[in-house]
């Protein structure tokens, strides 16, 4: 997984004012948790904005005050009319314990069904995942090269070592459906076909990935306390 550095300053006071004067300054509340005692710290919006506001997911490399630890975006807050970032958790990650993560699904290759005519249609755009920070990819890489006309990459066929998917294991990550004019190929698989066509949700693939999507989401059973 990409690392990004971020430096933070520790916040002298904790409540609604002492948020309200950060983000008047142009700087973010956030909190740091998940090894003990939690750290409270802003940092700049321009800063965290560029992390946020990507495709990409990252362990953040935070230096808070002369503190180093290693986290991982795992809520955000936003101003409900101007989208603006209003605070920001961290999950302090360690070696040794796993964390759930959603990560984005890329894909790669030509899918002879696309240039046959077919619609390539990506269902999930990220994947919910389990494992250790170590064993944590940038994304979850797809080859669709082999992909005709109704076939389909379901959750069950993608290997990753050291991580575990938590989405249905025979759900269609990435199909490729009939259009019209098309020239359906002698390999395709009518079982695919069928999933695909019972598939939820299915939203036509683009190369703008949504931000929100890229946004990291772990569960730990420790949480930060509420904060405005």
Not at 20 to 37: D, E, F, K, M, T
């Amino acid at each position: 997984m990409k690392t990004v550095q971020l430096s933070g300053s520790l916040r002298a006071n904790v409540g609604k004012k002492d948020a309200s004067s950060l983000r008047n300054a142009g700087l973010v509340p956030c909190v740091l948790y998940g090894q003990g005692q939690q750290t409270h710290f802003s940092v700049k919006q321009v800063a965290i904005e560029k992390i946020v506001y990507s495709p990409d997911v990252y362990q953040v490399e935070l230096n808070i005050d002369g503190k180093t630890a290693v986290g991982i975006i795992q809520e955000l807050q936003q101003h409900p009319t101007k989208d603006t970032i209003q605070h920001v958790d961290f999950l302090e990650l360690n070696e040794t314990k796993t964390i759930r993560i959603k990560l984005p699904v890329r894909l790669v290759g030509s899918s002879p069904g696309v240039m046959a005519g077919g619609k390539l249609m990506l269902v999930f755009r990220t994947l919910q995942c389990v494992g250790l920070p170590k064993d944590l990819p940038e994304a979850i890489i797809l080859d669709i090269a082999k992909l005709n006309i109704g076939g389909a990459i379901r959750v069950n066929s993608i290997n990753l070592p050291g991580i575990t998917f938590l989405d249905p294991a025979n759900a269609v990550v990435v199909s490729v459906k009939m259009a019209r004019g098309a020239i359906k190929g002698e390999e395709t698989e009518e079982d695919d076909k069928e999933a695909v066509a019972d598939a939820p949700e299915v939203v036509e693939a683009t190369d703008n990935n949504e931000v929100s999507e890229a946004i990291t989401e772990v569960s730990q059973d420790e949480t930060p306390s509420e904060e405005a």
